[in-house]
């Protein structure tokens, strides 16, 4: 008989504590494509963990590299010292990385990615004398995690709501999910491109030398795979060349594979200033994020005295050994096992397995990008995310783990995904939702 803990002391994250500890879900073990919980029931995981296991879990090669690490070096500061597995991996890092992005700072987190990122573009303008653009514009419904600078930038209101005044200096792009123009796209939806021009009355408003960067997340996933319209992304790069804004691409769920090509910014041929990735980095074995930075960026700090630090901003952790140890194995597995390109070769067998739930009772959009694809179900009148909850429950009984936002089902399997278990998802997906009311 499995033992179960008691649940009482740990506050879980973004969780109903209450819910949860009357009706627990615990995990003990992964393999691939499945977790197992304490009571031995193996459920197919269709979420990669939380978007991040993108190799599967439990991957033998980066278990074996964290394994060695941790009994050759546990630990180096980052600080005035280095060690060189962090300077392998910033130049592999960059290496695949589009454009000039040639330089890495590395974080333990999606959240610590963005504030990096967000301190990045400010101290830029700074360091090159328009120090007057701190303005940061983010999205409705953009995630950027849950750092105060993340939260000000992000456009998801319950994230936001209690805690304050938030960063001043901050405006928001309209989102572009609009259900009567957009529903059941197969990837990039047509409308919703001139969206972009709205950064145009943003920086009209307060004044282009006001505004230090744009933050999008190529893919919005968090709020439910929101796919950029086509053109959208384009015209965003456009009128912030055009402004001298910087571009940053949050990639904390768009890199390494997860939208069919390696980056977001490759899938959709545009190029930003700063990235933020996390998750797939580690193929998220060990915490750990990374802000890719344009060499002019980068050039534009490396002015005054030679011994003096050009950016005050560091964590105890950036570059952790076994961090390191894993997200080296994991970008080598990536390669080495073809999973970009498996990404891009199973897309359309995502896309075509999802879009077949079109007419299953409740459905009223269906997106995907490469491999996400969220199914985007009516509310219940008056109790909305009840029903978004219930299939979550009743998903996992029946063997398969989705990850529900609201009443919005969201799928992002691993990319070594094989074309059954995708007609596995979406064979118990529609059980359920014949199932429910
Ligand atoms: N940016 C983006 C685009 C993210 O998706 C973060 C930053 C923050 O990363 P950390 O590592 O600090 O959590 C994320 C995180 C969900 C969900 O349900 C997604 C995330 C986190 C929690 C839940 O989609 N993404």
Same mark, same amino acid.
Do not use: C
């Given at each position: 008989m499995p033992v179960t803990p008691n649940l009482e002391a740990y506050w879980m994250p973004f969780t109903g504590n209450r819910y949860f500890k009357s009706n627990p879900l615990l995990i003990e073990t992964a393999q691939g494509m499945h977790v197992t919980t304490t009571d031995g029931k193996e459920v197919l995981d269709a979420i990669s963990g939380l978007w991040c296991c993108n190799a599967g879990h439990c991957h033998p090669k980066i278990v074996a590299a964290i394994q060695s690490q941790a009994t050759r070096l546990d630990y180096a500061t980052a600080f005035q010292l280095g060690h060189p597995g962090v300077f392998e991996l910033a130049e592999k890092l960059t290496g695949i990385a589009?454009?000039?992005?040639?330089y890495a700072f590395f974080t333990n987190s999606g959240s610590e990615s963005v504030d990096t990122a967000l301190k990045i573009a400010i101290a830029y303008h700074c360091a090159r004398g328009?120090?007057?653009?701190t303005r940061l514009i983010g999205r409705e419904k953009?995630?950027?995690?849950?750092?105060f600078g993340g939260i000000s930038v992000g456009g998801m209101s319950p994230n936001r709501?209690?805690?304050?005044?938030?960063?001043?200096?901050t405006d928001h792009l309209p989102h572009t999910h609009h259900l009567e123009h957009n &529903? #059941?796209? +197969?990837?990039?939806?047509?409308?919703?491109?001139?969206?972009?021009?709205e950064l145009e009355n943003i920086v009209a408003l307060h004044?282009?030398?006001t505004i230090a960067a744009v933050i999008v997340e190529p893919v919005a996933g968090?709020?439910?795979?929101?796919v950029p319209p086509k053109g959208y992304l384009a015209r965003l790069r456009e009128i912030c060349d055009q402004n001298g804004i910087l571009l940053i691409f949050d990639?904390?769920?768009? &890199? #390494?594979? +997860?939208?069919?090509?390696?980056f977001g910014a490759d899938t959709f041929d545009v190029q930003p200033d700063l990235m933020t990735v996390a998750k797939g980095l580690t193929n998220g074995a060990v915490p750990m994020g990374a802000v890719l930075v344009d060499r002019d960026i980068y050039a534009a700090f490396m002015?005054?005295?030679?011994?003096?630090?050009?950016?005050?901003h560091g964590y105890t952790?950036?570059?952790?050994p076994l961090a390191v140890a894993a997200a080296l194995a994991s970008l080598a597995v990536y390669e080495d096992e073809g999973l970009y390109e498996r990404a891009g070769q199973m897309a359309p067998v995502l896309e075509d397995a999802v879009h077949?739930?079109?007419?299953?009772?409740?459905?009223i959009d269906i997106r995907n990008m490469g491999m996400m694809a969220a199914i985007e179900l009516e509310p219940r009148d008056g109790e909305p995310t009840l029903r978004g909850l219930e299939i979550y429950r009743r998903c996992f009984d029946a063997g398969l783990l989705v990850r529900t936002t609201g009443d919005t089902i969201a799928l992002t399997p691993s990319l070594i995904i094989d074309e059954n278990q995708v007609g596995q998802i979406v064979d118990i997906i529609g059980q359920v939702l014949q199932s429910i009311n």
């Open positions: 589009p454009g000039n992005l040639d328009e120090g007057q653009r953009g995630y950027h995690g849950v750092g709501k209690m805690f304050g005044a938030l960063l001043p200096g &529903a #059941f796209s +197969r990837g990039q939806p047509e409308w919703g491109a001139h969206l972009a021009d004044d282009a030398s968090s709020a439910g795979v929101l990639e904390v769920i768009t &890199a #390494f594979g +997860r939208t069919g090509r390696r002015t005054g005295p030679e011994q003096a630090v050009e950016f005050f952790y950036s570059g952790h077949s739930l079109k007419d299953a009772p409740h459905v």
